[in-house]
C-alpha cells in the first residue's frame, strides 16, 4: 500500500503534502479502509468552541477494519498472542477469523442483556485475551467502550462509572500479576453499591478463586456467551459517533473522560502504528502496555489489529519469575517490534545484564519507548544489550488526548537521537509558544508545545463537559491546541519533550494530578491540609511527594503516615500512593494563600539551597521546619 514511508526523502515529501493539502492527504490514506458510506467533507474544525469533525456524514464499524477485512487475506493468521503471567502455562493464539467469531459472540450477548448502540460499558479486566474482545464486541455494536486499568480502588472505579452512566461492567474473578493473585471482581462488588446506572455484570473466570454472584445482576461470560451465534451484523455508525471515552487525570481534583470517534481514531491509529514501527506482513509486534491506558487500546488492540498485525498480549510483569522475562518472551514468540515504557527499562537496567545473556533477541527490528522523556542512559542501555546496537529506538511521544503517536522518528526511516522525540507524523503541526502566546520559529527554541491544525484522532471533548475541554486543551493559547508539556527545538529542528508544565506529574509513565492525590490524602480524617508535588525518581522517573500537615492528637508519625498512603490507595489505586510523605507544621504560601509549589519541588528534590526570595511569604519561618524534615 501508498500510505508507508520507506525514506527519509519520502517522509520530508509526505509531511510537505499533508501540510499543503491536509484533506487530499488524509483522503489518500483514509481510502484504503471499507467505509459503508464515503464522507461529504474531510475535515471541518475550528480550536474556539473546539469543534472537529472529520469524516463527516461518512459511515463505517471500525471492527469491519479490524476483523472482517482480514478474514480473506490472512483469516488464519494470528492476530492476537496472549501471553500469560506464568511461563509455564500455555499460551493461546487468536487467528483473526477466531477473535472475529469471539467478537461477534460477545457482541450478541451484551445485546441480548440489553446494550444497544451508544451505551457505555465499562471493561475492567486485565490483560487476558477478553479484554481486547470486549472492547472490540463493544465497538461492533456502537456502545462506547471505557476501560478502567484494573488496579484502579473501587471508588476510583465508582466515579468513572458515575462520570458516564455506564448499564454494564466486564470483569474477571481475579487477576494474575507475577507471584500475586489479585481480587478483581470483589472490586467491582464494592464500587456497584454506588452506582445505580449498572444493571449487569459479566465476569470471566480467569483464576477460578471465589466470587461472590448476585441474583439478577451478576452473569458468568461462559454463562453469556453460551449457545449464542458468531455472526453478528455490525451496526452502522457515524464518523463521528463516539467510540470510546478514557479517563485521564489532569491538573483539577476530578479526571475527565477523554473521548474519541470513529473514523479519525481509526485512520490515524493505523497510519501512526505502519509507519512509526515499520510493520511488515508477519512480523510479530509487541506492545508491552495494559489495555486500561491509551497506549493498550491504540498499539495493542485497535492500531495494530487495523494494518493486520500480529499483536502479543502479556498478561505478566518485566521481573516475574525473573527480570529476564521479556525478552524470554522475545525470543519464544520471535517479536520484531518491542513497545515499552522508559520506567520498565530503568526497572531492567538495575539487574544488570546478566538476566538478557540466556536470550538471542536476533528478530529484533526495531525498540519503542512510550510514556514519559526516556533518559539517555536507559536509552543507550536499551540500544545496546537489549537492541544490539542494531535496532532503531522509536521515542513515540503523545497522549491520551493525541489518541495516537504525534511526534516519533519511524523506524530506520527518520534519523534518532537519544533522548528526543524527534520529527512530527506527516499530518502533524506542531508549534513553541511562550507564555505569552507568540510563536518561537526557528531552531534552538524552548517552549510550551501546540498543535495548531487538527489530526484525526484527536480528542473531541471530555466526556458530559464541553467547557472543561475547551478550558483545559484550546483556552490558555488562542487557536491552539495546549499538550501541558514543555518542549525544545534544538539546533537541527528535533523535539525534545522536557516533561510537564502543569500541576500532573508523571509516575512510572502514568499520569497523576497533583490535586487529585491531595482530595484522596485530606479525606484522612486527621489530615488538615496536604500538598503534593514530583520529585526525580531514579525508576519511576518522578515520585509522589507529600506535604501533610496533621492533628497529631498523640499519635506516632510513622503510623499516621501509612494511614495516609493506605487511604490513597484505597481511595485511587496503589500507582497513586506517596512515596515519601512528610508531616509538616505548615504550608509555605503567598500572602494571596497560595501554596508555593516553587519551594516545595526544590526541596522534594534534594535541593534546597536556592530557595529564592522566601521573605514575601505569609509564613517564611515553616520553610526552615520542612527543610529539617524532608526525607
Ligand atoms: C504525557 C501523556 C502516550 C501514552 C502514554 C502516556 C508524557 C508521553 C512521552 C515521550 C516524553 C512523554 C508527556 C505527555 N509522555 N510520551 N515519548 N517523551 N514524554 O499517556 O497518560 O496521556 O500521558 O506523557 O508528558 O503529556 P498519558
Not at 494470528?78 to 472475529?100: F, G, R, V
Not at 461492533?140 to 467502550?145: E, L, N, P, Q, T
Not at 494530578?513 to 500538598?531: D, F, K, L, Y
Request: glycine letters at 8%; proline letters at 5%.
Amino acid at each position: 500500500m501508498s500510505d508507508r514511508i520507506h525514506s527519509l526523502g519520502g517522509y520530508i515529501h509526505e509531511y510537505q503534502k499533508s501540510v499543503q493539502d491536509p484533506e487530499t492527504f488524509w483522503a489518500s490514506i483514509a481510502d484504503s479502509f471499507h467505509w459503508q458510506k464515503k464522507w461529504d467533507k474531510l475535515v471541518e474544525w475550528n480550536f474556539d468552541e473546539p469543534k472537529v469533525e472529520w469524516f463527516k456524514n461518512a459511515k463505517l464499524n471500525i471492527t469491519e477494519n479490524v476483523l472482517d477485512r482480514h478474514l480473506y487475506t490472512r483469516g488464519d493468521q494470528a492476530a492476537i498472542i496472549w501471553e500469560p503471567n506464568d511461563p509455564n502455562e500455555e499460551h493461546i493464539t487468536l487467528t483473526y477469523k477466531e477473535l472475529h467469531a469471539k467478537v461477534c459472540q460477545f457482541a450478541n450477548a451484551m445485546k441480548a442483556k440489553g446494550i444497544k448502540k451508544g451505551d457505555r460499558v465499562i471493561i475492567y479486566i486485565p490483560m487476558v485475551p477478553e479484554a481486547a474482545i470486549a472492547m472490540l464486541a463493544c465497538a461492533r455494536i456502537g456502545a462506547v467502550h471505557s476501560v478502567v486499568f484494573a488496579g484502579f480502588s473501587a471508588s476510583a472505579l465508582a466515579d468513572r462509572i458515575n462520570d458516564c452512566e455506564a448499564k454494564m461492567v466486564l470483569t474477571s474473578d481475579g487477576n494474575f500479576r507475577g507471584a500475586k493473585q489479585i481480587p478483581v471482581k470483589a472490586v467491582v462488588d464494592e464500587a456497584v453499591e454506588n452506582t445505580p446506572s449498572i444493571e449487569t455484570v459479566i465476569t470471566l473466570k480467569r483464576t477460578g478463586q471465589e466470587v461472590t454472584m448476585k441474583e439478577g445482576r451478576d452473569i458468568w461470560w461462559h454463562d453469556a456467551i453460551d449457545g449464542v451465534s458468531t455472526e453478528n451484523k455490525a451496526e452502522a455508525m457515524d464518523a463521528e459517533d463516539m467510540l470510546f471515552i478514557l479517563y485521564t487525570s489532569g491538573s483539577t481534583g476530578k479526571p475527565k473522560g477523554v473521548v474519541h470517534t470513529c473514523g479519525g481514531y481509526m485512520v490515524y491509529t493505523y497510519y501512526s502504528f505502519k509507519n512509526v514501527f515499520q510493520y511488515n506482513q508477519g512480523d510479530v509486534y509487541w506492545c508491552t502496555a495494559d489495555v486500561g491506558w491509551i497506549t493498550g487500546h491504540s498499539y495493542i488492540v485497535y492500531g495494530p489489529l487495523l494494518a493486520g498485525a500480529t499483536s502479543i498480549m502479556f498478561e505478566g510483569v518485566p521481573t516475574f519469575p525473573d527480570a529476564g522475562r521479556f525478552w524470554q518472551v522475545c525470543d519464544k514468540h520471535q517479536v520484531n517490534q518491542f513497545y515499552t515504557a522508559p520506567t520498565a527499562i530503568r526497572a531492567l537496567q538495575a539487574f544488570g545484564t546478566e538476566p538478557i545473556e540466556p536470550y538471542k533477541l536476533d528478530s529484533l527490528k526495531v525498540l519503542g519507548s512510550v510514556g514519559e522523556p526516556i533518559n539517555e542512559e536507559a536509552w543507550h542501555w536499551y540500544h545496546d544489550h537489549v537492541g544490539k546496537g542494531r535496532c532503531p529506538i522509536v521515542d513515540t511521544w503523545w497522549q491520551t488526548e493525541t489518541g495516537g503517536i504525534l511526534i516519533s522518528p519511524l523506524a530506520g526511516v527518520t534519523p534518532t537521537k537519544p533522548a528526543y522525540a524527534t520529527l512530527p507524523l506527516p499530518g502533524i503541526q506542531p508549534v513553541i509558544l511562550d507564555n505569552e502566546g507568540n510563536e518561537l520559529k526557528g531552531n534552538s527554541v524552548e517552549g510550551n508545545l501546540c498543535i495548531k491544525f487538527p489530526w484525526p484522532s484527536m480528542l473531541r471533548t471530555t466526556y458530559g463537559d464541553h467547557e472543561r475541554c475547551r478550558q483545559t486543551y484550546f483556552s490558555s493559547f488562542a487557536g491552539h491546541y495546549f499538550t501541558g508539556d514543555g518542549v525544545k527545538r534544538d539546533e537541527d529542528g528535533y523535539y525534545r519533550i522536557l516533561g510537564r508544565v502543569d500541576d500532573v506529574i508523571n509516575v512510572s509513565g502514568h499520569r497523576m494530578g497533583t490535586a487529585e492525590v491531595e482530595n484522596a490524602i485530606n479525606e484522612h480524617p486527621m489530615v488538615v491540609e496536604s500538598a503534593v508535588v514530583g520529585y526525580p525518581h531514579d525508576i519511576k522517573g518522578q515520585g509522589i511527594y507529600a506535604y501533610v500537615i496533621c492533628d497529631m492528637e498523640g499519635r506516632s508519625e510513622e503510623s499516621l503516615q501509612n494511614e495516609i498512603k493506605q487511604t490513597v490507595t484505597k481511595i485511587i489505586g496503589p500507582i497513586a500512593k506517596p512515596d515519601k510523605l512528610q508531616i509538616v507544621p505548615g504550608l509555605p504560601k503567598t500572602r494571596s494563600g497560595k501554596i508555593m509549589r516553587r519551594i516545595l519541588r526544590k526541596i522534594a528534590s534534594g535541593d534546597a539551597s536556592n530557595l529564592g526570595d522566601i521573605s514575601t511569604l505569609l509564613n517564611p519561618e515553616v520553610v526552615e521546619a520542612i527543610k529539617e524534615g524532608a526525607q
